[in-house]
């Protein structure tokens, strides 16, 4: 009764939230919306063990759940979903923006997410302010994409390679072959994680940003309007809870450079107001250095766990390697693996891996030194350079974070092990020699059984 009582409860406060027209009930009750989307959009729309999943799918589900619409989403590439909506064959995508090439053959409902469109560039590359820096230069993009046509239209002598997907426009700029790829900020940092582009970073943004929207054939005005009011019904925390599931960054703000010009332009004519002038200045300069550091941050930290992503390590361990051999000082490192991991995603799917990871990641950081130097190699492999330490401590620590992740109530799984492979430097020593050293002592403690450490003292080639 109780459970009657809160179905029938649940449902009048969602007849109480939409107020659907006569003509849209019926629309709504005799209709089978067929929806048509690409999977290769990271975090927006993504295929995950088989399922569609992202952003823009949490928020068409609250859709249909709210409108009780009958519908199953079509999986296709994006020049197959332009086509299908142009022409009739599918009723609505659930992820793109408006603009007037599209308004020519569909309709579009209100925005319901807004993010950045970025520039990813190779690390080596410093702070870009302006769109100007990129003339002349070869810029990567999905073709068709938003980022696209935008470019194409406000900038049409610019250098453009169109390609398949953001993962493409992003490997070409890694192996220098662009030197910039543009997208959504959400959508660059994603891949750029998930595919460990360890020599890419946002750089900077563009003068634009994108509005997520539902874009629908023509004939679908009643649904584009009973979609629009779900989208008044859909709070800030709750959306503010979907961004958090999918997107592990934030975005410091700054102003334009068409702004900074304004105001340098009016202070040279009101002389009267240069102190105001100076002030603005100064204020622009301390938002930009904040700027700066943030895309600072985002190309060294790895956006899941929050620790150093390769990169980083990379030149840490190099930066270490030169001052313990300058001032003859020990320095050892320890890299694990978790084991079993892909049992794990297979079994729980990749979301519990994601917080199996973050939870591993606090639980190591509360357990080693302040002045060690803890990161994410990439997937399941972790890494700890550990200053002024000799082997036989570095093993008294890989130990001691050994029996921790053993004995530790996990949340989802309960029970997590990792392999260890544990090394000191030698004179002869490169970054490269003593990490390849550590990952082979690491494999060799999966063939010896897994959890368990296979170090300089008991490795036998």
């Known amino acids: 009764m109780k459970k009657l009582l809160l179905l029938l409860c649940v449902s009048l406060i969602y007849a109480a939230e939409v107020n659907l027209t006569k003509d849209e009930s019926e629309f709504i009750k005799t209709h089978t919306v067929k929806c048509i989307t690409t999977g290769s959009w990271a975090p927006f729309n993504t295929v995950e063990n088989g399922k569609l999943v992202g952003i823009s799918v949490d928020i068409w589900n609250i859709i249909k759940k709210r409108l009780h619409i009958k519908s199953e989403c079509l999986i296709t590439s994006w020049p197959n979903v332009i086509d299908a909506i142009k022409h009739q064959r599918a009723d609505l995508t659930i992820g793109t923006s408006k603009l007037p090439s599209r308004e020519k053959f569909a309709i579009f409902t209100k925005p319901y997410a807004e993010f950045p469109i970025a520039i990813a560039t190779k690390n080596n590359v410093g702070f870009i302010g302006s769109m100007n820096f990129l003339k002349n230069k070869k810029i990567a993009v999905g073709k068709n994409y938003t980022a696209d046509l935008l470019l194409k239209k406000h900038y049409p002598n610019f250098q453009i390679i169109e390609v398949e997907n953001v993962k493409q426009a992003l490997k070409l700029v890694s192996e220098g072959k662009a030197y910039a790829a543009i997208d959504i900020m959400p959508v660059l940092v994603y891949n750029i994680n998930k595919y460990s582009f360890a020599n890419l970073k946002i750089a900077g943004k563009t003068p634009w940003k994108f509005e997520l929207r539902f874009m629908l054939s023509k004939n679908n005005k009643l649904l584009a309007s009973a979609i629009n009011k779900v989208i008044d019904t859909i709070t800030p925390q709750q959306k503010k809870q979907i961004y958090k599931k999918w997107v592990h960054v934030t975005y410091q703000e700054g102003y334009s450079l068409k702004e900074i010009l304004s105001v340098i332009f009016i202070a040279s004519i009101i002389i009267g107001l240069l102190c105001v002038y100076i002030f603005s200045l100064k204020k622009e300069i301390k938002k930009r250095k904040l700027l700066e550091k943030e895309l600072q941050k985002l190309s060294i930290i790895d956006s899941l766990t929050g620790i150093f992503n390769r990169y980083k390590i990379d030149m840490a361990l190099k930066q270490q390697i030169s001052y313990a051999k300058r001032n003859k000082t020990p320095l050892s490192i320890i890299f694990f693996d978790i084991d079993h991991f892909k049992k794990i995603n297979d079994n729980h799917g990749h979301k519990i891996g994601d917080e199996i990871l973050m939870e591993l990641t606090e639980l190591i950081k509360n357990n080693v030194r302040e002045y060690d130097i803890f990161g994410r190699w990439g997937g399941e492999e972790f890494i700890i350079i550990l200053p002024n330490t000799d082997l036989i401590q570095a093993l008294k620590v890989a130990e ?51 959890n368990r450490i296979v170090s300089d003292l008991n490795y036998h080639f």
Request: net charge positive; hydrophobic share 25%.
């Open 400 to 450: 001691k974070l050994k029996n921790k992740i053993e004995s530790y109530p996990f949340k989802y799984i309960h029970h997590l092990t990792c392999s260890f492979g544990v090394t000191e430097l030698t004179e002869d020593d490169t970054s490269d020699s003593i990490v390849i050293r550590a990952d082979n002592y690491m494999y060799e403690a999966k063939k010896r059984g897994r």
